[in-house]
């Protein structure tokens, strides 16, 4: 079975619903009504990495996903275990992972697997994707007139490129990131469906998101200003998060992380780039404002944004533009004659 059938059986196999709780939960077909070549498939999985055994107890769908996603990982000893989900998400689920001898001092660490549907959902990417090379497994530009023709015409191909081009922008981001001072996770390895990172909160759970809890009046500036800061790294490393919120920034011991890179969009050569930035501004400014902060969400954009030396309006990269699109011819009418 290729890839993209693969992940079409998962998909298939895995939904997601809430319960009368309001508690996730995995809703799953049977799978005694699978093709018998889809079980003999399925069966397959389960020898395939047969020595990863985990302590968390999935669902045998989630388990088959699980061994898909995390078995190479598993294979280079970068984990030994899956100990809990943490948080299961429409796009992503988050595990608690014991670290394998591959990474020093052991301990936990964090996976971040994709569910199958990503690859069909890929959220409305387009205004992100714009004025971004496509990245491949290898974290490398997608330069191959084949790969960017298959990408363009949406084959199934293509799309499988897509969804892995969507997970590098976020490993490789964490890393630079990381590199720059930022804080974010470290970013150890990744696979085609999964991140594998530094693990942010203890044994029992993961740290809460600034959304869920309330700040001391006395931290919250600092934590404000420290917030800011991440947000000047990432301009500076030429990255704008592109969905940041309190939803998105982990809590721990007075700390803050950020956390959730994959739409990452570049300041410059994205039309909706300083649009995208403000709306990222004007949800923390919100938050912090909530805490006691005053802050003024429109003018810290511009300034900051001005500091490094982006144009508010974007003049758009005539590659991107589209010669039969009235719309597109429109802007170069525009850009050209300077208005
Ligand atoms: N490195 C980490 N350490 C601990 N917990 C983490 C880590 N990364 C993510 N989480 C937990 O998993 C949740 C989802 O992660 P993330 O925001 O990256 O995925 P997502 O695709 O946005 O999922 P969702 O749709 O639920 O927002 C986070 O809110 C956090 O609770
Ligand atoms: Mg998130």
Redesign the pocket.
């Given at each position: 079975m290729n890839t993209t059938n693969t992940y079409n059986l998962f998909d298939e196999l895995d939904d997601f619903d809430l319960d009368e709780k309001g508690q996730e939960r995995f809703v799953r077909r049977n799978p005694k009504k699978l093709p018998k070549s889809e079980q003999a498939f399925l069966h397959k999985q389960d020898d395939s990495v047969a020595g990863f055994k985990f302590t968390y107890k999935a669902a045998r769908f989630e388990s088959w996903w699980l061994l898909d996603s995390l078995g190479e990982f598993y294979e280079h000893q970068w984990v030994s275990d899956v100990l809990r989900r943490?948080?299961g998400?429409?796009?992503?689920s988050?595990y608690q992972c014991r670290a394998g001898s591959a990474i020093p001092g052991g301990g936990l660490v964090?996976a971040?697997v994709y569910r199958p549907r990503m690859l069909r959902n890929l959220k409305n990417d387009a205004a992100y994707r714009e004025g971004r090379t496509d990245l491949d497994s290898e974290g490398r530009q997608v330069i191959n007139d084949g790969d960017l023709h298959a990408m363009a015409k949406r084959t199934a191909y293509g799309e499988e490129l897509r969804h892995t081009s969507w997970i590098a922008y976020e490993f490789d981001t964490l890393q630079a990131l990381r590199e720059a001072g930022a804080d974010v996770?470290e970013a150890y390895a990744m696979q085609k469906n999964a991140i594998l990172?530094?693990?942010?909160?203890d044994d029992v759970g993961?740290?809460p998101?600034l959304s869920e809890i309330s700040l001391e009046r006395s931290e919250a500036r600092p934590l404000f200003e420290r917030v800011l800061r991440n947000i000047d790294i990432l301009l500076a490393c030429k990255r704008i998060h592109g969905d940041l919120s309190a939803?998105?920034i982990?809590y721990w011991d007075g700390d803050i992380t950020l956390?959730?890179f994959p739409q990452v969009v570049n300041p410059e050569g994205n039309r909706n780039a300083y649009k995208i930035f403000e709306r990222d501004m004007e949800r923390i400014c919100e938050y912090f404002s909530r805490q006691g902060v005053r802050t003024d969400a429109r003018k810290l954009a511009g300034d900051l944004w001005q500091s490094h030396g982006y144009k508010t309006r974007q003049e758009v990269d005539v590659r991107l533009l589209d010669g039969e699109d009235p719309k597109d011819r429109a802007i170069w009418q525009k850009q050209k004659s300077g208005r």
């Open positions: 943490v948080k998400g429409k796009e992503a988050v964090a971040k996770p990172m530094g693990y942010v909160g993961c740290a998101t939803y998105n982990l956390i959730d």
